[in-house]
């Protein structure tokens, strides 16, 4: 049941991101306005903090197995590292929103 609530409540943050840079990107009359920089700003901290959250997530399970895979065996090591490793692309995708908002 937490898997799930935490399943939903990662979903539920980068819907609302969505919405929310849609919504700021869809008021051209508000460009000068301070709402919509407020929704762009809002949206752009909701993406990297989902990201962010999401590559914990992972790695917090994915970090455990790749070290008793890599004592067992040697020649597992760059798998490990790769499979560590591409969950940080969550948090550079997250980099890239919020410097392109």
């Given at each position: 049941m937490k898997k799930l609530a935490v399943a939903?409540?990662?979903?539920?943050?980068?819907?609302?991101g969505a919405c929310l840079v849609g919504l700021a990107q869809e008021l051209p009359q508000f460009q000068g306005d301070a709402l919509a920089?407020?929704?762009?700003?809002?949206?752009?901290?909701?993406?990297?903090?989902?990201?962010?959250?999401?590559?914990?997530?992972?790695?917090?399970?994915?970090?455990?197995?790749?070290?008793?895979?890599?004592?067992?065996?040697?020649?597992?090591?760059?798998?490990?590292?790769?499979?560590v490793a591409i969950p940080e692309t969550l948090v550079v995708f997250g980099f890239v929103v919020v410097f392109l908002l």
């Amino acid at each position: 049941m937490k898997k799930l609530a935490v399943a939903v409540l990662v979903f539920n943050v980068v819907v609302v991101g969505a919405c929310l840079v849609g919504l700021a990107q869809e008021l051209p009359q508000f460009q000068g306005d301070a709402l919509a920089g407020a929704l762009k700003s809002f949206a752009a901290a909701l993406a990297f903090i989902g990201g962010a959250f999401a590559t914990a997530l992972a790695q917090s399970r994915i970090g455990p197995a790749a070290v008793a895979a890599v004592a067992e065996n040697r020649e597992n090591f760059v798998s490990a590292l790769i499979f560590v490793a591409i969950p940080e692309t969550l948090v550079v995708f997250g980099f890239v929103v919020v410097f392109l908002l």
